[in-house]
């Protein structure tokens, strides 16, 4: 955990959110600012900083696992079916705002162009 880290605080139960899924390594819940009828974020209970910091073959388990995660949660809110997006922010040219590695998992309409201006 680090200290003053958003979603290591939701991990905790710090600060509350909608949870969608939860299971040993990983939780799932509902994007506070959503950017599509379902905006999810799938996010390690370990605090992980951001991709650029390089993983190790120890994540490698963990990071399968949040795919895992991912394709749980678009099962339980309806859009394994009708398609959805996942993407990862890293670094200050994607916009990243919370350091703790996520990702995002869009769907629930027909989504727009992949990379936006
Ligand atoms: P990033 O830009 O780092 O890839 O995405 C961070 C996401 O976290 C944003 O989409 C933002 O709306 C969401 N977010 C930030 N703070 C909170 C929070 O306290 N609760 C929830 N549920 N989402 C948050
Ligand atoms: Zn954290």
């Known amino acids: 955990m680090k200290e003053g880290c958003i979603f290591c605080k939701i ?3 710090e600060i509350s959110a909608e949870m969608i899924y939860e299971d040993d390594k990983s939780i799932v819940f509902k994007d506070i600012n959503p950017q599509a009828p379902v905006h999810l974020l ?3 209970k370990t605090h992980i900083e951001a991709s650029t910091d390089g993983f190790t073959s ?3 388990e963990l990071l399968g696992s949040l795919f895992f995660a991912a394709e ?3 099962e339980i809110s309806g859009v394994k079916n009708t398609g959805f997006r996942l993407i990862i922010n ?3 040219d994607s916009g990243q705002e919370v ?3 996520h990702i995002h998992l869009l769907g629930g309409k027909k989504l727009g162009r992949l990379v936006g201006d």
Do not use: F, I, S, W
Request: glycine share 12%.
């Open 42 to 44: 799938v996010v390690p």
């Open 99 to 101: 350091p703790h590695l």
């Open 11 to 13: 991990v905790q139960g």
């Open 72 to 74: 749980k949660a678009a």
């Open 58 to 60: 120890y994540d490698a």
């Open 90 to 92: 890293t670094g200050p």
